[in-house]
């Protein structure tokens, strides 16, 4: 009814350690939309793209203050997730991808880089292709061990052409030098001041 990827990811979002599961049919429901999420998110970065995939590496000099802030809260969440994986605390791990996932990358990121993905300038477009891009593959990677269909048919689309398979592919590495607390907080200044607009509205 929900889908394998579905059911496992929303069984491990409401099973903390050492607690019993309150598990109801309905909070499946959160899986099968997250799943939906991941896909037309992939589907959206594919469908603005050129006719090959964007190079993997990414010029700082280029990167605009949204780039540097969502490539610096993947490598703060990988940093989480493999903490939490070392103290087994599997809830944890996926429930730090699932909000990076769906509120940095797919509700903000992704809404951020439309101006330039439909903008007039190439090279601004070039950038933002090449950060989703960058961005979409390490989600897949840190998804798989809890959406292994899903992930893995979506990786068909984005890996390179001497890439294997994604289960046999090497796990995300931190890259501390990413990792700016000051853009971070710019920024979600600016997510503030969005959000109670919004709300106004």
């Known amino acids: 009814k929900y889908g394998a990827d579905a059911v496992r990811a929303s069984v491990l979002l409401i099973a903390p350690q050492g607690l019993d599961i309150l598990f109801s049919e309905e909070r499946l429901e959160q899986g099968r939309n997250f799943m939906n999420k991941l896909w037309n998110s992939a589907r959206f970065i594919l469908m603005n ?3 090959e995939l964007p190079n993997n590496d990414l010029n ?10 969502i490539l610096s809260r993947l490598n703060n969440t990988i940093k989480v997730i493999d903490k939490a994986y070392t103290e087994y605390k599997l809830n944890e791990g996926i429930k730090r991808v699932y909000d990076f996932t769906r509120a940095d990358f797919c509700d903000w990121y992704i809404e951020f880089a439309k101006t330039r993905l439909y903008g007039d300038n190439p090279e601004d477009k070039k950038t933002a292709q090449a950060v989703s891009v960058y961005i979409m593959r390490r989600i897949l990677k840190l998804l798989h061990p809890y959406c292994p269909f899903i992930t893995e048919e979506l990786w068909d689309y984005f890996k390179n052409p001497d890439d294997k398979l994604l289960i046999s592919s090497k796990w995300p ?3 501390s030098t990413r990792i700016d607390r000051d853009i971070e907080d710019e920024i979600q200044i600016l997510m503030d001041v969005i959000t109670a607009v919004r709300n106004i509205r």
Do not use: C, M, S
Request: charged share 55%; aromatic share 6%; hydrophobic share 30%.
């Open 49 to 51: 793209l050129e006719d």
């Open 173 to 175: 590495e931190v890259d």
């Open 60 to 69: 700082h000099d280029k990167l605009d203050a949204t780039d540097r802030w």
